[in-house]
């Protein structure tokens, strides 16, 4: 009996050896290829991006060649298959027999990166997240003594893509909690602790600086029902762009001919930057512009006409984006719209309701608001903005609006982009 209960503890500690090992794996791979994506595209986008301000026809030809590069990459490398998106790994955990094939690594980095360089309004952390998934999966699948940890080391890899793309290993755990598995196991808390530690070592050993530059300092108490406002009006606006994008899929996406596709895609993309060059790619750099000195911009009719575009147009070209074969998701464009629908909604406030707020405090808020509500994880959010501008000052009304709008949101629409499908199928 005495030997039974040793062999079994051997064999435990065996496999939990095993675990620790695989995991740490899996975080560096992961963490390097979400550095790596993020530093292609930032460096590549700014290029192209740079071209079309110096020569605008540009815009006409970067985002069809992109995405006619992406159909052909499909077609002829990447075995004819589609990328679903976030979908795929849910089909994955959901099913012990349904796995992610390793050809999705490259297909969704390489798609995701020509996708955004040359112009596509999405973003690279969905590729990021799917990818990492499939370093997580091919891993799994490596030795039988992992068969049990199959949504364990899948969410390992996403875990640690997020961390390093956002400095936020607590949002890296957080989003594979709110996300993906929705449940937490002792094998679960061993593989992501290790994950989000590994890839925010490396993140921290090659001095990567915040995304954005942003020095907060301080809110208000009366700005809290303005506060509550943002948070409704985000939450409408995720629903905006939910329903935009599953209009372009469940619609348009009738249409077969991947040539009508790609065409009708490149021209709305084409046409709706030629007046806003603002949505070009992930739009950070446009995040950033404004992100200079908020707090002085005082509205005018050619601003206003601006703002609003940017927010009403950005859901309709991401989906466009998606629709004809770009790589990517919600995560890039709720950050967009909530900096610029923050920023609106504040100046609106200060300039007809005398409100004096801080216009910069709105921005950073808008933009969790509109992430929480969009993928319906607050928490993430939260901790992922807040890793962003690498601040905790607005902590508790950036939680106390996530929360607001994602229940907002919930109200008009209870399904997200990433939740739609499987709502579906139940």
């Known amino acids: 009996m005495h030997t039974i209960s040793q062999i079994k503890k051997n064999i435990t500690f065996i496999k939990l050896r095993k675990l620790i090992i695989v995991s740490i794996l899996i975080s560096f791979l992961s963490a390097f290829l979400g550095i790596s994506l993020k530093k292609l595209t930032e460096h590549y986008e700014e290029i192209f991006f740079n071209q079309t301000t110096l020569h605008p026809v540009f815009i006409f030809i970067f985002p069809v060649f992109g995405l006619s590069v992406i159909y052909f990459l499909r077609q002829y490398v990447f075995n004819k298959k589609e990328n679903k998106g976030i979908n795929e790994i849910f089909a994955s955990t959901s099913s012990k027999t349904k796995n992610l094939p390793s050809f999705k690594i490259p297909s969704h980095y390489i798609n995701g990166l020509l996708t955004v360089i040359f112009g596509g309004s999405t973003g690279i952390e969905v590729s990021t997240v799917v990818a990492t998934a499939t370093i997580g999966s091919v891993a799994q699948r490596k030795q039988n003594v992992f068969k049990d940890y199959k949504t364990e080391l899948i969410c390992a890899g996403i875990a640690a893509g997020i961390t390093a793309l956002f400095n936020s290993p607590i949002a890296g755990l957080f989003f594979v909690l709110e996300v993906i598995s929705r449940k937490v196991t002792r094998a679960f808390i061993i593989s992501n602790l290790i994950a989000v530690i590994v890839a925010f070592g490396l993140v921290y050993l090659i001095d990567e600086e915040p995304l954005f530059n942003v020095h ?26 939910t329903r935009c994008v599953l209009f372009f899929k469940n619609n348009l996406g009738k249409i077969k001919s991947h040539y009508y596709r790609i065409f009708i895609g490149s021209a709305l993309l084409s046409s709706s930057l030629f007046f806003f060059p603002e949505l070009y790619g992930e739009g950070y750099h446009a995040i950033k512009m404004i992100f200079t000195n908020p707090n002085e911009i005082k509205i005018t009719s050619g601003l206003l006409v601006t703002f609003i575009g940017i927010i009403i147009l950005k859901p309709v070209v991401t989906s466009a984006t998606l629709f004809s074969g770009g790589d990517g998701g919600v995560f890039a464009p709720s950050l967009f719209i909530g900096a610029f629908l923050g920023l609106l909604v504040a100046l609106i406030f200060n300039t007809f309701f005398d409100a004096n707020v801080i216009p910069l405090n709105f921005m950073v808020i808008g933009m969790a608001a509109m992430l929480s509500a969009s993928i319906h994880a607050p928490f993430t959010a939260l901790f992922l903005i807040c890793g962003l501008i690498n601040d905790y000052t607005l902590f508790l009304p950036i939680l106390f609006v996530c929360l607001i709008s994602k229940y907002t949101a919930q109200a008009i629409y209870p399904y997200s982009v990433y939740s739609y499908a499987t709502g579906i199928i139940k």
């Not at 108490?221 to 506060?227: E, K, N, R, V």
Request: aromatic share 16%; glycine share 8%; charged share 0%.
């Open 216 to 241: 907060i300092t301080t809110w208000h108490t009366s700005a809290i029902p303005y506060f509550i406002i943002l948070g409704i009006i985000a939450g409408i606006n995720s629903v905006y762009l």
